[in-house]
């Protein structure tokens, strides 16, 4: 079963008892969390029907003890289990000993009073463990990964809608650029924007550019971005404002020279028919990120990437050996892509 039925079968009132869930977005496990918490705890009973555990420095056998004993007052309780060994091939940390096979046994007949709801943060379970087939047998296994670059606008008009207010394709695209990919960070930028849209209101452009504030990897892709559609004076504007940020020549270089090399990898994997969930996934990136990439890329010749790597390695060697200013180094180089 995936995510989304999961969370259909939890709105009817079809919770299940056992739940691990894995993946590198947290900020969605945390709303799946939030959601079972919702369904089967009334808000003045969650400091008494609510468990949080950490495997890290608590046995196994404790937590199987605590979803076996009885709720307080409430029909069913939520047991959180944070895991980092026993699902997964992380090695164990050796400071706490698990008694694996009461695990197991717990798995094959788990209390109806109880919830348990095993988290994992990696992207990767270890098939091989009796833990996981276990659980994949009896109950429900879910992954948590990066929605790609059109499901994350969606889902940004979508969170804006929830907090009725409207945003376009185009509003959500510059969310994007300005905050980045992370859930967490664009849930608390689209619920400053609905506070500035007011009720009803329509998040526009403008408001994001207005509200929102780039980090320096944001600005420097928008520099990349610029370059590419040679609009040369406004990615130097970029660049100065950078500088009046007192960021260090030689970091913007070396974002720029990342840029670079995401654009050439996804061109050359691309070039391999690979999809962009496993381009995302071989190189470690957001989808959004590789699909922003690859449209950049497509400006660029390979040969002229490469090209450009070697200058900025050559750029970065001069900066630090001090045979450059590195303002005018960089100035230089920003004025030689635009050519």
Known sequence: MDMKAAIKEIKRGQVSPLYLCYGSEKYQIQEFI??????????ENRDFAVAHYDLADTQIETVVEEAETLPFLVERKLVLVRDSSLFSAAKESGKIEHKVDRLLAYLDNPAEH???VFTVNGEKLDERKKT???MKAKGQVLSFMPLGGNELIQWVIKQASSRNCTMDETAAGALLASAGVQMAALSAEVNKL???AGAGGT???EAINQLVARTT???VFGMVEDIANLKLERALSTFYELLKQREEPIKIAALIARQFRIMLQVKELGGQSYSQQQIASQLGLHPYAVKIAGEQARKFEVSRLRRSLS???ELDFRMKSG???KVLGLEMFLLGLGA
């Open 34 to 43: 939030q959601l079972i918490q919702d369904q089967i705890v009334d808000p």
């Open 114 to 116: 109880s919830v348990v």
């Open 132 to 134: 996981v087939k276990a």
């Open 194 to 196: 609905c506070l500035y």
């Open 203 to 205: 998040i526009t452009t």
């Open 217 to 219: 990897e944001q600005n």
């Open 311 to 313: 200058e900025l390695a």
């Open 323 to 325: 045979r450059i200013d």
